[in-house]
């Protein structure tokens, strides 16, 4: 086969009258012009002296929209728009310039897109001239897929955060009352036991808190249960906002709520449930334009001060409570200490 004025086989190039088959053999090789046309890559080689092309495959030719026969014996600005070519020949001479191999990614605006490659510039020697071989891979649709993939794997990511969330919330509910947001009252049994194990472990104090609504007045009697919907959602955010992260508070029914206090002893667990009480006694929910307070009776036991187990603490503790709605409500009751 003539390679001066035969299409190399296999890659769908035409070579230049003026190059010798052993050129092309030399400067690029039947293996990588057959490889180039399988996977679409851009071929060329150009006069080193002049960038006039000796060489173009056919996605080089419809890369510069031409037939390969009318790029041949050209340079780039004849064939591309000035800018662009000049780029292309500041890349040509640099790589010219190393005189090996040299590898550099194009990013520009092509046929009204933005187009990325990966260019890959070697120089050789044949038949007494210098050629530039360039072969370029369209990065554009590995960049596409890329961002694509990114995508997807942030949406993934979206979810599963969502889904833990979810997983989460639907966890609290099972262990937060909704009209509160305050302990469950199984939750908060569990967490008195665990704090009654610390405690006997350590010898350390814990205080228990009973709290009962007061019989509501007239008035907020009126307005049934969105008067209680309105005092429960106060009463759980008073007691949110009076207790620690160690601390714990449930709602036991519709009138009682239970608060116990980690390491806290009988004195300064009733120092903090009287702020408590005033805060309550202070409240005003607005109604239709009315407003409507509430009070709550008290009663304070301490661990082991005035009771040794957990169900004698829950004694005391209803036993103090009991004490505060005989002095009337509105009033904090201290469980007695017990000596010896």
Known sequence: MNLLSQPAEGAGGVLA????????????????????????????AKDAADGRYLYVNASMADFLGRPAEQV?????AELIDAALA?????????????????????????????????VLRSVSQAAGRRVLCSVWQDLS??????????????????????NV???REFGDQGLRDQATGLSTRAHFDDQMRREVDLSTREHREFAL???ELDPLTDKARAFGERAMERIHESMGRLLRGNTR??????????????VLLSGVGLATAHSRMEGLRRQCATQIIALDGQEVGFTVSMGVASYPHTAHSQEDVIAACEAALTAARRRGGNSVALASIRFG
């Not at 003026?18 to 990588?32: D, E, I, K, N, Y």
């Not at 960049?143 to 993939?149: A, I």
Request: glycine share 6%; aromatic share 6%; charged share 25%.
């Open 141 to 162: 649709t590995q960049r596409q897929r890329e961002v694509q993939l990114k995508a997807a794997i942030e949406q993934l990511e979206q979810q599963q955060k969502a």
């Open 86 to 118: 000049s780029l292309l020949r500041t890349a040509d001479q640099t790589a010219l310039a190393q005189g090996s191999a040299l590898a550099s990614d194009h990013k520009f605006d092509w046929q009204g897109e933005r187009r990325e490659w990966s």
């Open 72 to 76: 041949l014996g050209h340079h780039d």
């Open 209 to 211: 808190v009973y709290m």
């Open 245 to 258: 992260a160690m601390d714990a508070s449930c709602r036991i029914d519709d009138r009682r709520f239970a």
């Open 17 to 44: 009258d003026a190059v010798a088959g052993s050129v092309v053999s030399h400067a690029l090789g039947q293996a990588l012009l057959a490889l180039a046309a399988q996977q679409g890559w851009m071929v060329s």
């Open 165 to 167: 969330a979810l997983r």
